[in-house]
Protein backbone atom coordinates (compact mmCIF):
# COMPACT_ATOMS: atom_id res chain seq x y z
CA UNK A 1 0.00 0.00 0.00
CA UNK A 2 2.81 2.25 0.97
CA UNK A 3 4.32 1.74 -2.53
CA UNK A 4 0.56 3.09 -4.50
CA UNK A 5 0.57 5.86 -1.57
CA UNK A 6 4.28 6.83 -3.34
CA UNK A 7 3.42 6.11 -7.00
CA UNK A 8 -0.12 7.50 -6.30
CA UNK A 9 1.54 11.17 -5.13
CA UNK A 10 4.35 11.51 -7.56
CA UNK A 11 1.44 10.72 -10.60
CA UNK A 12 -0.65 13.55 -9.22
CA UNK A 13 2.44 15.66 -8.91
CA UNK A 14 3.26 14.49 -12.37
CA UNK A 15 -0.20 15.20 -13.43
CA UNK A 16 -0.45 18.92 -11.72
CA UNK A 17 2.91 19.92 -13.76
CA UNK A 18 1.28 18.68 -17.63
CA UNK A 19 -0.17 21.12 -19.40
CA UNK A 20 -3.07 18.64 -20.50
CA UNK A 21 -4.20 18.87 -16.82
CA UNK A 22 -5.07 22.64 -17.48
CA UNK A 23 -6.39 22.12 -20.75
CA UNK A 24 -8.93 19.60 -18.68
CA UNK A 25 -9.77 22.30 -16.23
CA UNK A 26 -10.04 24.96 -18.81
CA UNK A 27 -12.31 22.52 -20.23
CA UNK A 28 -14.74 22.02 -18.10
CA UNK A 29 -14.95 25.91 -17.84
CA UNK A 30 -15.85 25.83 -20.90
CA UNK A 31 -18.41 22.94 -21.29
CA UNK A 32 -20.25 24.51 -17.97
CA UNK A 33 -20.57 28.11 -19.85
CA UNK A 34 -21.62 26.01 -22.98
CA UNK A 35 -24.31 24.60 -21.00
CA UNK A 36 -25.57 27.53 -19.44
CA UNK A 37 -24.89 30.51 -21.84
CA UNK A 38 -24.53 28.73 -25.50
CA UNK A 39 -27.41 26.34 -25.84
CA UNK A 40 -30.95 27.35 -25.18
CA UNK A 41 -32.61 25.82 -22.42
CA UNK A 42 -35.60 25.56 -25.06
CA UNK A 43 -35.21 24.73 -28.81
CA UNK A 44 -35.96 27.98 -30.66
CA UNK A 45 -36.72 28.10 -34.48
CA UNK A 46 -38.83 25.11 -33.76
CA UNK A 47 -38.72 23.55 -37.71
CA UNK A 48 -41.37 21.47 -39.53
CA UNK A 49 -41.18 18.06 -38.66
CA UNK A 50 -44.13 16.80 -39.55
CA UNK A 51 -46.29 17.47 -42.90
CA UNK A 52 -49.95 16.15 -42.50
CA UNK A 53 -52.54 16.02 -45.09
CA UNK A 54 -56.41 15.19 -44.37
CA UNK A 55 -56.73 15.87 -40.41
CA UNK A 56 -55.99 18.63 -37.95
CA UNK A 57 -52.99 18.36 -36.21
CA UNK A 58 -52.65 20.23 -32.63
CA UNK A 59 -49.17 21.25 -31.84
CA UNK A 60 -45.90 23.10 -33.00
CA UNK A 61 -43.59 22.57 -36.00
CA UNK A 62 -46.84 20.61 -38.17
CA UNK A 63 -47.79 22.09 -41.35
CA UNK A 64 -50.75 20.87 -43.21
CA UNK A 65 -50.12 20.64 -46.64
CA UNK A 66 -52.82 20.40 -49.82
CA UNK A 67 -51.97 16.96 -50.89
CA UNK A 68 -50.62 13.54 -50.52
CA UNK A 69 -48.29 14.55 -53.27
CA UNK A 70 -47.04 17.64 -51.33
CA UNK A 71 -46.31 15.30 -47.64
CA UNK A 72 -44.18 12.47 -49.56
CA UNK A 73 -42.49 16.20 -51.61
CA UNK A 74 -41.64 17.41 -47.92
CA UNK A 75 -41.14 13.96 -46.45
CA UNK A 76 -38.46 13.10 -49.47
CA UNK A 77 -36.90 16.76 -49.36
CA UNK A 78 -37.13 18.12 -45.59
CA UNK A 79 -36.77 14.39 -44.45
CA UNK A 80 -40.31 15.45 -42.13
CA UNK A 81 -42.39 12.90 -40.95
CA UNK A 82 -45.79 12.68 -42.86
CA UNK A 83 -49.40 11.53 -42.12
CA UNK A 84 -52.15 11.35 -44.63
CA UNK A 85 -55.40 10.25 -43.94
CA UNK A 86 -57.27 9.71 -47.23
CA UNK A 87 -60.73 7.16 -47.30
CA UNK A 88 -60.23 6.54 -43.21
CA UNK A 89 -57.20 5.15 -43.58
CA UNK A 90 -53.86 6.44 -42.20
CA UNK A 91 -50.94 6.35 -43.49
CA UNK A 92 -47.12 7.10 -42.26
CA UNK A 93 -44.70 8.36 -45.25
CA UNK A 94 -40.97 8.34 -43.97
CA UNK A 95 -37.89 8.22 -45.29
CA UNK A 96 -36.04 5.42 -43.24
CA UNK A 97 -37.22 4.88 -40.22
CA UNK A 98 -37.85 1.56 -38.55
CA UNK A 99 -41.10 -0.01 -37.90
CA UNK A 100 -40.45 0.16 -33.98
CA UNK A 101 -39.70 4.01 -34.31
CA UNK A 102 -42.21 4.77 -36.70
CA UNK A 103 -44.92 2.59 -34.14
CA UNK A 104 -43.78 4.34 -31.28
CA UNK A 105 -43.74 7.90 -33.07
CA UNK A 106 -47.51 7.74 -33.71
CA UNK A 107 -48.67 6.56 -30.68
CA UNK A 108 -46.72 8.95 -28.90
CA UNK A 109 -48.42 11.86 -31.25
CA UNK A 110 -51.92 10.14 -31.74
CA UNK A 111 -54.63 11.91 -29.02
CA UNK A 112 -55.68 9.10 -26.98
CA UNK A 113 -59.37 10.24 -28.41
CA UNK A 114 -58.67 9.67 -32.01
CA UNK A 115 -60.89 7.54 -33.43
CA UNK A 116 -58.32 6.17 -35.64
CA UNK A 117 -55.86 5.84 -33.23
CA UNK A 118 -54.99 1.88 -34.18
CA UNK A 119 -52.89 1.47 -31.00
CA UNK A 120 -53.43 1.05 -27.51
CA UNK A 121 -50.84 2.94 -25.07
CA UNK A 122 -49.64 1.85 -21.27
CA UNK A 123 -47.44 3.38 -19.78
CA UNK A 124 -45.65 1.54 -17.57
CA UNK A 125 -43.73 4.18 -15.43
CA UNK A 126 -45.21 7.69 -14.72
CA UNK A 127 -43.76 10.13 -17.81
CA UNK A 128 -40.79 12.38 -17.04
CA UNK A 129 -40.30 15.58 -16.25
CA UNK A 130 -38.94 16.84 -19.60
CA UNK A 131 -35.65 17.71 -19.50
CA UNK A 132 -34.59 21.50 -20.43
CA UNK A 133 -32.70 21.31 -24.17
CA UNK A 134 -29.26 22.07 -22.67
CA UNK A 135 -29.10 19.71 -20.03
CA UNK A 136 -29.85 17.19 -22.27
CA UNK A 137 -25.83 17.46 -23.36
CA UNK A 138 -24.69 17.05 -19.94
CA UNK A 139 -24.35 12.58 -20.09
CA UNK A 140 -22.26 13.16 -23.49
CA UNK A 141 -19.89 15.57 -22.26
CA UNK A 142 -19.38 13.33 -18.69
CA UNK A 143 -18.91 10.20 -20.89
CA UNK A 144 -17.23 11.32 -23.28
CA UNK A 145 -14.95 14.04 -21.38
CA UNK A 146 -14.95 13.34 -17.78
CA UNK A 147 -14.50 9.85 -17.85
CA UNK A 148 -12.44 9.01 -20.39
CA UNK A 149 -9.59 11.65 -18.67
CA UNK A 150 -7.76 8.54 -17.43
CA UNK A 151 -7.60 7.02 -20.92
CA UNK A 152 -5.62 10.15 -22.12
CA UNK A 153 -3.59 10.81 -19.28
CA UNK A 154 -2.34 7.45 -17.74
CA UNK A 155 -1.18 7.17 -21.45
CA UNK A 156 0.53 10.13 -21.83
CA UNK A 157 2.18 9.69 -18.22
CA UNK A 158 3.40 6.43 -18.67
CA UNK A 159 4.52 7.68 -22.31
CA UNK A 160 6.85 10.26 -20.50
CA UNK A 161 8.08 7.44 -18.24
CA UNK A 162 9.15 5.70 -21.13
CA UNK A 163 10.74 8.33 -22.65
CA UNK A 164 12.77 9.55 -19.62
CA UNK A 165 14.06 6.39 -19.36
CA UNK A 166 12.47 6.50 -15.52
CA UNK A 167 10.97 2.69 -16.24
CA UNK A 168 14.27 1.42 -16.05
CA UNK A 169 14.90 2.62 -12.47
CA UNK A 170 11.60 1.14 -11.67
CA UNK A 171 12.27 -1.83 -13.05
CA UNK A 172 15.13 -2.57 -10.84
CA UNK A 173 13.06 -0.99 -7.32
CA UNK A 174 11.14 -3.15 -5.90
CA UNK A 175 7.86 -1.48 -6.94
CA UNK A 176 6.51 -4.03 -9.45
CA UNK A 177 3.44 -4.43 -11.91
CA UNK A 178 0.57 -4.29 -9.26
CA UNK A 179 1.34 -1.18 -7.61
CA UNK A 180 2.14 0.81 -11.32
CA UNK A 181 -0.94 -0.53 -12.21
CA UNK A 182 -3.29 -0.13 -9.39
CA UNK A 183 -1.76 3.55 -8.82
CA UNK A 184 -2.39 5.05 -11.94
CA UNK A 185 -6.05 3.28 -12.02
CA UNK A 186 -6.59 4.97 -8.69
CA UNK A 187 -5.75 8.25 -9.52
CA UNK A 188 -8.11 8.82 -13.15
CA UNK A 189 -10.61 7.22 -10.91
CA UNK A 190 -10.48 10.24 -8.35
CA UNK A 191 -9.37 12.90 -11.03
CA UNK A 192 -12.07 11.60 -13.20
CA UNK A 193 -15.15 10.87 -10.46
CA UNK A 194 -13.87 14.70 -9.26
CA UNK A 195 -14.06 15.95 -12.76
CA UNK A 196 -18.00 14.28 -13.61
CA UNK A 197 -18.68 15.59 -10.04
CA UNK A 198 -17.82 19.53 -10.62
CA UNK A 199 -19.63 18.90 -14.60
CA UNK A 200 -23.01 17.52 -12.87
CA UNK A 201 -22.67 20.24 -10.03
CA UNK A 202 -21.96 23.32 -12.06
CA UNK A 203 -25.20 21.99 -14.82
CA UNK A 204 -27.53 19.70 -13.50
CA UNK A 205 -27.52 20.73 -9.81
CA UNK A 206 -27.29 18.48 -6.69
CA UNK A 207 -30.58 16.61 -7.34
CA UNK A 208 -29.72 13.08 -8.60
CA UNK A 209 -28.27 9.74 -6.84
CA UNK A 210 -24.82 10.64 -6.49
CA UNK A 211 -24.05 7.51 -5.09
CA UNK A 212 -24.77 5.75 -8.12
CA UNK A 213 -23.12 8.32 -10.24
CA UNK A 214 -19.98 7.67 -8.43
CA UNK A 215 -19.73 4.18 -8.23
CA UNK A 216 -20.53 4.85 -12.24
CA UNK A 217 -17.68 7.10 -12.49
CA UNK A 218 -15.31 5.62 -10.27
CA UNK A 219 -15.89 2.09 -12.79
CA UNK A 220 -15.85 4.13 -15.87
CA UNK A 221 -12.71 5.96 -14.95
CA UNK A 222 -11.59 3.06 -13.88
CA UNK A 223 -12.05 1.19 -16.92
CA UNK A 224 -11.03 3.52 -19.51
CA UNK A 225 -7.29 3.93 -18.01
CA UNK A 226 -6.71 0.40 -18.05
CA UNK A 227 -8.10 0.38 -21.45
CA UNK A 228 -5.79 3.87 -21.87
CA UNK A 229 -2.59 1.66 -20.56
CA UNK A 230 -3.35 -1.63 -22.22
CA UNK A 231 -2.92 0.41 -25.64
CA UNK A 232 -0.41 2.88 -24.77
CA UNK A 233 2.10 -0.42 -23.84
CA UNK A 234 2.23 -0.82 -27.33
CA UNK A 235 3.68 2.38 -28.42
CA UNK A 236 7.12 4.08 -27.96
CA UNK A 237 6.08 7.72 -28.08
CA UNK A 238 3.16 10.02 -27.77
CA UNK A 239 2.96 11.22 -31.63
CA UNK A 240 2.62 7.81 -32.82
CA UNK A 241 0.51 6.63 -29.91
CA UNK A 242 -2.12 9.42 -30.60
CA UNK A 243 -2.40 8.87 -34.57
CA UNK A 244 -3.21 5.14 -33.35
CA UNK A 245 -5.90 6.60 -30.71
CA UNK A 246 -7.67 8.79 -32.42
CA UNK A 247 -9.73 6.11 -34.07
CA UNK A 248 -10.79 4.13 -30.96
CA UNK A 249 -11.35 7.30 -29.71
CA UNK A 250 -14.10 8.13 -32.75
CA UNK A 251 -15.18 4.52 -32.65
CA UNK A 252 -16.02 4.81 -28.69
CA UNK A 253 -18.18 8.00 -29.06
CA UNK A 254 -20.03 6.49 -32.16
CA UNK A 255 -22.82 5.72 -28.94
CA UNK A 256 -23.23 9.65 -29.08
CA UNK A 257 -25.52 9.23 -32.28
CA UNK A 258 -27.37 6.45 -30.64
CA UNK A 259 -27.95 9.17 -28.12
CA UNK A 260 -28.73 11.99 -30.14
CA UNK A 261 -30.77 9.81 -32.91
CA UNK A 262 -32.57 6.75 -31.09
CA UNK A 263 -33.29 5.20 -34.19
CA UNK A 264 -29.85 4.50 -34.85
CA UNK A 265 -29.16 1.75 -32.34
CA UNK A 266 -27.43 -1.42 -34.29
CA UNK A 267 -26.91 -3.97 -31.84
CA UNK A 268 -23.19 -3.63 -32.24
CA UNK A 269 -23.11 -0.18 -30.71
CA UNK A 270 -23.77 -1.35 -27.49
CA UNK A 271 -20.84 -3.48 -26.81
CA UNK A 272 -18.77 0.00 -26.84
CA UNK A 273 -18.60 0.68 -23.13
CA UNK A 274 -19.29 4.02 -23.70
CA UNK A 275 -22.95 3.05 -25.08
CA UNK A 276 -23.99 1.30 -21.34
CA UNK A 277 -22.22 4.62 -19.52
CA UNK A 278 -24.23 7.38 -21.57
CA UNK A 279 -27.46 5.74 -21.09
CA UNK A 280 -26.85 5.22 -17.84
CA UNK A 281 -25.61 8.85 -16.78
CA UNK A 282 -28.57 10.35 -18.64
CA UNK A 283 -30.80 7.67 -16.44
CA UNK A 284 -29.18 8.86 -13.09
CA UNK A 285 -29.31 12.41 -14.20
CA UNK A 286 -32.81 12.41 -15.65
CA UNK A 287 -34.00 9.25 -13.65
CA UNK A 288 -37.19 7.40 -15.35
CA UNK A 289 -36.80 4.36 -13.02
CA UNK A 290 -34.89 2.30 -14.93
CA UNK A 291 -32.29 -0.10 -12.92
CA UNK A 292 -28.55 0.58 -13.27
CA UNK A 293 -27.45 -2.89 -11.58
CA UNK A 294 -26.94 -4.63 -14.71
CA UNK A 295 -24.52 -1.65 -16.08
CA UNK A 296 -23.00 -1.37 -12.58
CA UNK A 297 -22.44 -5.32 -12.87
CA UNK A 298 -21.24 -5.25 -16.29
CA UNK A 299 -18.94 -2.63 -15.70
CA UNK A 300 -17.47 -3.91 -12.89
CA UNK A 301 -16.42 -7.19 -14.90
CA UNK A 302 -15.12 -5.17 -17.47
CA UNK A 303 -12.92 -3.61 -14.65
CA UNK A 304 -11.39 -6.63 -13.33
CA UNK A 305 -10.59 -8.00 -16.67
CA UNK A 306 -9.22 -5.00 -18.05
CA UNK A 307 -7.34 -4.76 -14.76
CA UNK A 308 -5.69 -8.31 -15.24
CA UNK A 309 -5.18 -7.84 -19.28
CA UNK A 310 -3.22 -4.31 -18.33
CA UNK A 311 -0.90 -5.65 -15.96
CA UNK A 312 -0.05 -8.47 -18.06
CA UNK A 313 0.58 -6.40 -20.84
CA UNK A 314 2.60 -3.85 -18.75
CA UNK A 315 4.25 -6.74 -17.33
CA UNK A 316 4.95 -7.95 -20.86
CA UNK A 317 5.99 -5.20 -22.77
CA UNK A 318 6.95 -1.96 -19.96
CA UNK A 319 8.62 -3.86 -16.95
CA UNK A 320 10.23 -6.71 -18.31
CA UNK A 321 13.54 -7.63 -19.37
CA UNK A 322 12.99 -7.43 -22.91
CA UNK A 323 10.48 -4.22 -23.19
CA UNK A 324 12.46 -2.05 -20.85
CA UNK A 325 15.81 -1.55 -22.42
CA UNK A 326 15.86 -0.25 -26.20
CA UNK B 1 28.72 -13.66 -3.88
CA UNK B 2 27.60 -12.48 -7.38
CA UNK B 3 28.91 -15.04 -10.02
CA UNK B 4 28.60 -14.78 -13.76
CA UNK B 5 29.60 -17.70 -16.02
CA UNK B 6 29.63 -17.94 -19.54
CA UNK B 7 27.44 -14.94 -20.25
CA UNK B 8 26.26 -14.21 -24.53
CA UNK B 9 23.83 -11.63 -25.51
CA UNK B 10 22.86 -11.40 -28.73
CA UNK B 11 20.60 -8.06 -29.33
CA UNK B 12 19.73 -9.18 -33.17
CA UNK B 13 19.45 -13.00 -32.55
CA UNK B 14 21.65 -13.43 -35.55
CA UNK B 15 24.78 -14.86 -33.71
CA UNK B 16 26.33 -11.51 -33.68
CA UNK B 17 27.15 -11.33 -30.00
CA UNK B 18 27.39 -8.24 -28.15
CA UNK B 19 28.77 -10.25 -25.47
CA UNK B 20 30.48 -13.50 -25.73
CA UNK B 21 31.78 -16.08 -22.69
CA UNK B 22 31.94 -13.65 -19.98
CA UNK B 23 32.53 -15.18 -16.50
CA UNK B 24 33.85 -13.61 -13.22
CA UNK B 25 32.99 -13.94 -9.83
CA UNK B 26 32.41 -10.73 -7.18
CA UNK B 27 33.18 -11.40 -3.63
CA UNK B 28 30.82 -9.54 -0.88
CA UNK B 29 32.29 -6.43 -0.13
CA UNK B 30 34.56 -5.91 -3.49
CA UNK B 31 34.71 -3.26 -5.74
CA UNK B 32 34.95 -4.80 -9.10
CA UNK B 33 35.61 -3.03 -12.01
CA UNK B 34 34.75 -3.88 -15.68
CA UNK B 35 36.51 -1.42 -18.29
CA UNK B 36 36.42 -1.18 -21.68
CA UNK B 37 35.75 1.44 -24.87
CA UNK B 38 32.26 2.45 -25.37
CA UNK B 39 31.11 -0.27 -27.32
CA UNK B 40 32.88 -3.37 -25.16
CA UNK B 41 29.53 -4.34 -23.65
CA UNK B 42 29.80 -3.65 -20.55
CA UNK B 43 26.85 -1.99 -20.29
CA UNK B 44 25.51 -4.88 -21.82
CA UNK B 45 26.64 -6.86 -18.81
CA UNK B 46 25.49 -4.91 -16.18
CA UNK B 47 21.50 -4.72 -17.52
CA UNK B 48 21.90 -8.70 -17.93
CA UNK B 49 23.10 -9.02 -14.52
CA UNK B 50 20.07 -6.59 -13.26
CA UNK B 51 17.80 -8.41 -15.17
CA UNK B 52 16.70 -5.43 -17.68
CA UNK B 53 18.14 -7.50 -20.09
CA UNK B 54 16.82 -11.15 -20.96
CA UNK B 55 19.80 -13.58 -19.57
CA UNK B 56 20.07 -15.66 -23.53
CA UNK B 57 22.76 -18.19 -22.67
CA UNK B 58 25.04 -18.39 -19.24
CA UNK B 59 23.73 -17.68 -15.77
CA UNK B 60 23.89 -15.15 -13.39
CA UNK B 61 23.94 -16.01 -9.77
CA UNK B 62 23.40 -14.04 -6.16
CA UNK B 63 24.19 -16.32 -4.09
CA UNK B 64 21.91 -19.35 -4.91
CA UNK B 65 19.32 -17.32 -6.55
CA UNK B 66 19.60 -17.06 -10.34
CA UNK B 67 18.96 -13.62 -12.12
CA UNK B 68 16.04 -15.31 -13.64
CA UNK B 69 14.10 -16.04 -10.30
CA UNK B 70 14.52 -12.62 -9.07
CA UNK B 71 11.42 -10.99 -7.46
CA UNK B 72 10.66 -7.20 -6.90
CA UNK B 73 11.52 -7.60 -3.62
CA UNK B 74 15.48 -8.35 -4.30
CA UNK B 75 15.54 -4.91 -5.63
CA UNK B 76 15.68 -3.91 -1.97
CA UNK B 77 19.16 -4.80 -1.43
CA UNK B 78 19.88 -3.22 -4.83
CA UNK B 79 21.04 0.30 -6.19
CA UNK B 80 21.71 1.05 -9.62
CA UNK B 81 22.78 4.32 -11.17
CA UNK B 82 23.16 4.16 -14.25
CA UNK B 83 24.82 5.87 -17.12
CA UNK B 84 22.33 8.20 -18.95
CA UNK B 85 20.85 10.28 -16.01
CA UNK B 86 17.23 9.01 -15.70
CA UNK B 87 14.95 10.96 -13.48
CA UNK B 88 11.55 12.83 -13.66
CA UNK B 89 12.55 16.09 -14.99
CA UNK B 90 9.22 17.27 -13.96
CA UNK B 91 10.25 16.02 -10.02
CA UNK B 92 12.61 17.96 -7.98
CA UNK B 93 15.81 16.18 -6.97
CA UNK B 94 14.02 15.88 -3.46
CA UNK B 95 10.74 14.79 -4.84
CA UNK B 96 12.54 12.12 -7.30
CA UNK B 97 14.33 10.43 -3.67
CA UNK B 98 11.21 10.87 -1.90
CA UNK B 99 9.26 8.75 -4.64
CA UNK B 100 11.79 5.97 -4.89
CA UNK B 101 12.62 5.97 -1.08
CA UNK B 102 8.65 5.67 -1.00
CA UNK B 103 9.20 2.01 -2.96
CA UNK B 104 11.54 0.28 -0.76
CA UNK B 105 10.68 -2.15 2.18
CA UNK B 106 13.85 -1.60 3.92
CA UNK B 107 14.87 1.48 5.80
CA UNK B 108 16.13 4.61 3.69
CA UNK B 109 18.15 7.53 3.87
CA UNK B 110 16.61 11.05 4.74
CA UNK B 111 16.68 12.33 1.34
CA UNK B 112 17.69 15.72 1.79
CA UNK B 113 20.63 14.45 3.69
CA UNK B 114 22.03 11.87 0.65
CA UNK B 115 21.23 15.49 -1.83
CA UNK B 116 23.07 17.47 0.75
CA UNK B 117 26.01 14.55 0.35
CA UNK B 118 25.81 15.04 -3.42
CA UNK B 119 26.07 18.94 -3.26
CA UNK B 120 22.63 18.97 -4.46
CA UNK B 121 20.76 20.52 -1.41
CA UNK B 122 20.68 24.03 -2.92
CA UNK B 123 18.69 22.69 -5.83
CA UNK B 124 16.72 20.32 -3.88
CA UNK B 125 13.54 21.83 -4.50
CA UNK B 126 14.16 22.53 -8.02
CA UNK B 127 12.57 20.64 -11.23
CA UNK B 128 15.04 18.13 -12.32
CA UNK B 129 14.65 19.12 -15.73
CA UNK B 130 16.65 22.12 -14.73
CA UNK B 131 19.77 20.01 -13.79
CA UNK B 132 22.87 20.25 -15.65
CA UNK B 133 23.79 16.95 -16.68
CA UNK B 134 26.59 16.48 -14.02
CA UNK B 135 23.58 17.40 -11.27
CA UNK B 136 21.34 14.40 -13.09
CA UNK B 137 23.83 12.25 -12.95
CA UNK B 138 25.03 12.91 -8.95
CA UNK B 139 21.07 12.62 -8.53
CA UNK B 140 21.06 9.26 -10.17
CA UNK B 141 23.75 8.30 -8.27
CA UNK B 142 21.51 9.41 -5.05
CA UNK B 143 18.77 7.37 -6.07
CA UNK B 144 20.93 4.23 -6.00
CA UNK B 145 22.17 4.94 -2.72
CA UNK B 146 18.77 5.27 -0.66
CA UNK B 147 18.14 2.26 -0.09
CA UNK B 148 22.07 1.71 1.80
CA UNK B 149 22.30 -1.46 -0.64
CA UNK B 150 24.29 -4.38 -0.64
CA UNK B 151 25.00 -4.65 -4.12
CA UNK B 152 26.09 -1.50 -6.52
CA UNK B 153 25.77 -0.98 -10.02
CA UNK B 154 27.13 1.81 -11.29
CA UNK B 155 28.03 2.65 -14.77
CA UNK B 156 29.98 5.26 -15.81
CA UNK B 157 29.32 7.17 -11.99
CA UNK B 158 31.86 10.34 -12.92
CA UNK B 159 30.60 10.85 -16.49
CA UNK B 160 29.56 14.49 -17.04
CA UNK B 161 31.19 15.70 -13.74
CA UNK B 162 34.11 18.46 -12.54
CA UNK B 163 36.89 17.03 -11.70
CA UNK B 164 35.76 18.12 -7.71
CA UNK B 165 32.59 16.33 -8.03
CA UNK B 166 34.29 13.41 -9.62
CA UNK B 167 36.86 13.15 -6.49
CA UNK B 168 33.59 13.41 -3.94
CA UNK B 169 32.27 10.54 -6.13
CA UNK B 170 35.54 8.56 -5.45
CA UNK B 171 35.23 8.69 -1.58
CA UNK B 172 31.41 7.83 -1.95
CA UNK B 173 32.48 4.58 -3.55
CA UNK B 174 34.90 4.13 -0.63
CA UNK B 175 32.35 4.62 1.72
CA UNK B 176 30.13 2.34 0.43
CA UNK B 177 32.56 -0.70 0.18
CA UNK B 178 33.48 0.61 3.60
CA UNK B 179 29.99 0.23 4.75
CA UNK B 180 30.52 -3.57 2.90
CA UNK B 181 28.75 -2.82 -0.19
CA UNK B 182 29.28 -4.71 -3.00
CA UNK B 183 30.22 -2.46 -6.10
CA UNK B 184 29.55 -3.50 -9.92
CA UNK B 185 31.54 -0.52 -11.14
CA UNK B 186 31.45 0.15 -15.37
CA UNK B 187 33.76 2.57 -16.51
CA UNK B 188 36.35 3.86 -19.38
CA UNK B 189 37.80 5.64 -16.64
CA UNK B 190 41.26 4.04 -15.71
CA UNK B 191 41.97 6.49 -13.19
CA UNK B 192 38.69 5.71 -11.41
CA UNK B 193 39.15 1.87 -11.80
CA UNK B 194 43.03 1.91 -10.72
CA UNK B 195 42.00 4.34 -7.41
CA UNK B 196 39.21 2.30 -6.34
CA UNK B 197 38.80 -1.23 -7.82
CA UNK B 198 39.92 -3.96 -5.78
CA UNK B 199 40.15 -6.11 -9.20
CA UNK B 200 39.27 -4.97 -12.92
CA UNK B 201 38.35 -6.84 -15.78
CA UNK B 202 39.05 -5.38 -19.29
CA UNK B 203 36.22 -5.96 -21.74
CA UNK B 204 36.68 -5.75 -25.48
CA UNK B 205 34.46 -6.43 -28.19
CA UNK B 206 32.34 -8.72 -25.76
CA UNK B 207 35.23 -10.72 -24.44
CA UNK B 208 37.49 -10.26 -21.27
CA UNK B 209 41.32 -10.53 -22.17
CA UNK B 210 42.28 -9.95 -19.03
CA UNK B 211 41.04 -9.75 -15.63
CA UNK B 212 43.29 -9.20 -11.78
CA UNK B 213 43.55 -6.63 -9.39
CA UNK B 214 45.23 -3.17 -10.85
CA UNK B 215 48.30 -4.14 -9.08
CA UNK B 216 49.03 -7.57 -10.60
CA UNK B 217 48.13 -6.41 -14.33
CA UNK B 218 50.76 -3.66 -13.58
CA UNK B 219 53.23 -6.13 -12.77
CA UNK B 220 52.21 -8.52 -15.19
CA UNK B 221 52.26 -6.05 -18.18
CA UNK B 222 54.35 -3.03 -16.97
CA UNK B 223 57.95 -2.57 -17.35
CA UNK B 224 59.89 -3.02 -14.13
CA UNK B 225 62.01 0.34 -14.34
CA UNK B 226 63.07 3.44 -12.96
CA UNK B 227 63.50 6.82 -14.93
CA UNK B 228 65.91 8.83 -13.51
CA UNK B 229 66.10 12.91 -14.41
CA UNK B 230 69.19 15.13 -13.44
CA UNK B 231 70.89 18.17 -15.08
CA UNK B 232 74.39 17.82 -16.73
CA UNK B 233 76.59 20.28 -18.76
CA UNK B 234 73.94 20.04 -22.22
CA UNK B 235 70.91 20.95 -19.54
CA UNK B 236 68.37 18.31 -18.19
CA UNK B 237 69.12 14.61 -19.11
CA UNK B 238 67.39 11.45 -18.38
CA UNK B 239 68.55 7.48 -17.81
CA UNK B 240 65.96 4.46 -17.41
CA UNK B 241 67.58 1.61 -15.56
CA UNK B 242 65.79 -1.77 -15.61
CA UNK B 243 65.22 -3.32 -12.27
CA UNK B 244 66.98 -6.63 -12.22
CA UNK B 245 70.38 -7.46 -10.53
CA UNK B 246 72.77 -5.57 -12.34
CA UNK B 247 69.77 -2.81 -13.28
CA UNK B 248 69.62 -2.46 -9.27
CA UNK B 249 73.33 -1.87 -9.09
CA UNK B 250 74.27 0.39 -11.88
CA UNK B 251 70.59 2.58 -10.67
CA UNK B 252 72.26 3.05 -7.14
CA UNK B 253 75.80 3.58 -8.57
CA UNK B 254 74.34 5.95 -10.92
CA UNK B 255 72.31 7.72 -8.57
CA UNK B 256 75.32 8.21 -6.02
CA UNK B 257 77.25 10.48 -9.01
CA UNK B 258 74.83 12.91 -9.76
CA UNK B 259 71.94 14.93 -8.86
CA UNK B 260 68.51 13.62 -9.73
CA UNK B 261 65.93 15.89 -10.24
CA UNK B 262 63.23 12.83 -10.29
CA UNK B 263 63.11 9.21 -10.52
CA UNK B 264 59.97 7.50 -11.42
CA UNK B 265 58.98 4.23 -11.89
CA UNK B 266 58.13 2.98 -15.32
CA UNK B 267 55.05 0.72 -14.14
CA UNK B 268 52.29 1.01 -16.49
CA UNK B 269 49.05 2.43 -16.43
CA UNK B 270 45.86 0.16 -16.82
CA UNK B 271 45.15 1.75 -19.88
CA UNK B 272 48.62 1.13 -20.94
CA UNK B 273 47.99 -1.99 -20.15
CA UNK B 274 44.91 -2.40 -21.91
CA UNK B 275 46.53 -0.92 -25.33
CA UNK B 276 48.88 -3.44 -25.17
CA UNK B 277 46.62 -6.25 -24.71
CA UNK B 278 43.73 -5.14 -27.11
CA UNK B 279 45.50 -2.62 -29.57
CA UNK B 280 43.01 -0.04 -29.24
CA UNK B 281 42.95 2.87 -26.13
CA UNK B 282 40.19 2.70 -23.41
CA UNK B 283 38.56 6.00 -24.47
CA UNK B 284 38.36 5.12 -28.22
Known amino acids: MNRVMSLLRQDFKLLLRNALFWVLTVALVLIVVTVWYLIPREQTGFETRLAVYGMEFPGGGVEIVASPGKVEQMVREKGVLGIVREDGALTVVHDGLSKQAVTAFVAQIMPPQTPLSPIQIERLREAPQPVPYNLRFVPIFIAFEAVI??????????????????????????????????????????????????????????????????????????????????????????????????????????????????????????????????????EILFPTGKSLLSVHSLLSVETIAAFFVCAALVKRRLLSARGCVS | MIKVEGLYHDYVGKGEYAVSDVSFTIERGEIFGFLGPNGAGKSTVQNIMTGLLDLQKGSVMYDDLSVRDLTPSFFNRVGVS???????????????????????????????????????????????????????????????????????????????????????????????????????????????????????????????????????????????????????????????????????????????????????????????????????????
Open chain 1, 149 to 282: VGFFMAAILMLGERQEGVLEAYRVSPGGVVPYVASKSLLFAIVGTVYALLMAFATVGFVFNIWQFIILTVLGSLFYTLLGMCVAVFFEDISSWFLAVVPLWALNMLPMISFSVPTFSPPWIEWIPSYSALFAYD
Open chain 2, 82 to 284: FEQPNVYLRLTGLENLEHFAGLFSVPTLDPMVLLERMGLRDEARKRAGEYSKGMRQRLTLARALINQPDILFLDEPTGGLDPSAAASMRDLILEQKERGATVFLTTHNMYLAEELCDRVAFLESGRIVAMDSPSNLKLKHGQHAVSVEYADHDGLASRTFELDNEGKQAFTDFIAQVEPLTIHSQEATLEQIFIKLTGRGLTQ
